[in-house]
């Protein structure tokens, strides 16, 4: 079946400007991740969304920062005023949560490389 | 709380030489242990998981890893390395009672010829 994936694959933009990022996940996945991946670093929590739950939001690094998930699937992650230091890859990630909610990974998509100018 | 250590954030290898990549961890739950790797911008993949049905875990591309519980560790390996394996390995911890996941730093493998 198809996999996680995101769009756009890559984008630039110039400082200031806003930006959107998406994520289709896994069909029926009800869990979904966003991470930052900058470089040379590893990943960086940033948003947790579960079912119709209130989002665990504690990883966005500051209020420029916001995200939602329409219908329990598809998932934007917007940027408002860009800033060079947002310039990363930034993930997407999946899950199906089982009976006792463990030993499931993650399956991620190839992520959308951000480089703000 | 959990924590995860990978110990190098480089190894290089020689074609052909078994490899040891090597991640330490810690957590307050009955812990969940996978290892990614992540090609040359690609997303990352999964490579292994530790779910407490057998402590030596095999997974794809003839790598295992072994969970020693009274060392807290989990290293990888694999006995034989392929050029192909030239990329970024993450070690991650999770469990029951928590979606989060911890990853580790990242360690490069270099394959040389």
């Known amino acids: 079946g198809a996999g996680v994936s995101q769009s756009p694959s890559n984008k630039v933009t110039e400082k200031g400007k806003d930006v959107e990022l998406r994520c289709d996940p896994i069909?029926?996945?009800?869990?979904l991740y966003w991470y930052r991946q900058s470089l040379g670093q590893g990943l960086e929590f940033l948003i947790y969304f579960q079912g119709n739950s209130a989002p665990d939001k504690s990883g966005l690094p500051s209020d420029r920062f916001s995200a939602e998930r329409t219908g329990g699937s598809v998932s934007t992650l917007t940027i408002q005023r860009t800033q060079q230091e947002d310039s990363a890859v930034y993930l997407c990630a999946s899950r199906n949560l089982i009976a006792d909610n463990s030993y499931n990974e993650q399956f991620f998509g190839p992520g959308t490389r951000l480089t703000v100018l | 709380a959990q924590s995860v250590t990978q110990l190098d954030s480089h190894v290089s290898v020689s074609e052909g030489t078994p490899v040891l990549l090597r991640c330490n961890y810690s957590s307050s739950y009955s812990p969940s242990l996978f290892w990614y790797v992540q090609h040359p911008n690609k997303g990352l993949q999964l490579l292994l998981k530790?779910?407490?049905?057998?402590?030596l875990v095999k997974g794809i591309n003839g790598f295992e890893a072994e969970f020693k519980k009274s060392e807290t560790s989990f290293h990888l390996t694999k006995p034989s390395a392929h050029m192909s394996d030239a990329a970024e390995y993450f070690c991650?911890?999770?469990?029951?009672?928590?979606?989060?996941?911890?990853f580790g730093t990242g360690t490069r493998l270099k394959v040389l010829a």
């Open positions: 530790y779910t407490s049905a057998a402590t």
């Open positions: 991650v911890v999770s469990g029951i009672g928590t979606y989060k996941y911890i």
């Open positions: 069909s029926g996945h009800t869990a």
